[in-house]
């Protein structure tokens, strides 16, 4: 069993920027595949990025790339999300999941484990 527990969340101006942190329990973090999801207000909740056991792997949703950045610290797991620029469109509730499959995917059915969220709200 995991526990995630998520922080970061806040009154962000747009344009400006926000790192998110996923909590951990459990030994073993260092072999899930971890990713952030978020949800919108009458809306799915949709993928944001991913990352594999091991950093090798990456994945972005077109709407974040170049903007977002995903990492994770197995020594401390905990999953992080740098998220920059921000737009009024990515104001959401932000969730961390855990994914038992060492590699990043992006389909929310993937992941075993999810957290309660942290929202986000980006103010105009």
């Known amino acids: 069993q995991v526990q995630l527990v998520e922080s970061g969340g806040g009154l962000v101006q747009a344009g400006g920027s926000r790192r998110l942190s996923c909590a951990a329990s459990g030994r073993t973090f260092s072999t899930y595949a971890m990713g952030w999801f978020r949800q919108a207000p009458a809306k799915e909740r949709e993928f944001v990025a991913a990352?594999?056991?091991?950093?090798?792997?990456?994945l972005y949703a077109d709407f974040v790339k170049g903007r977002f950045i995903i990492s994770r610290d197995n020594a401390k797991n905990t999953v992080y999300l740098q998220m920059n620029s921000l737009k009024a469109e990515d104001m959401a509730i932000y969730y961390c999941?855990?994914?038992?499959?060492?590699?990043?995917?992006?389909?929310?059915?993937?992941?075993?484990?999810w957290g309660q969220g942290t929202q986000v709200t980006v103010s105009s």
């Open positions: 990352i594999g056991w091991n950093s090798g792997m990456k």
């Open positions: 999941a855990a994914s038992r499959g060492m590699r990043a995917a992006s389909g929310l059915s993937g992941y075993d484990y």
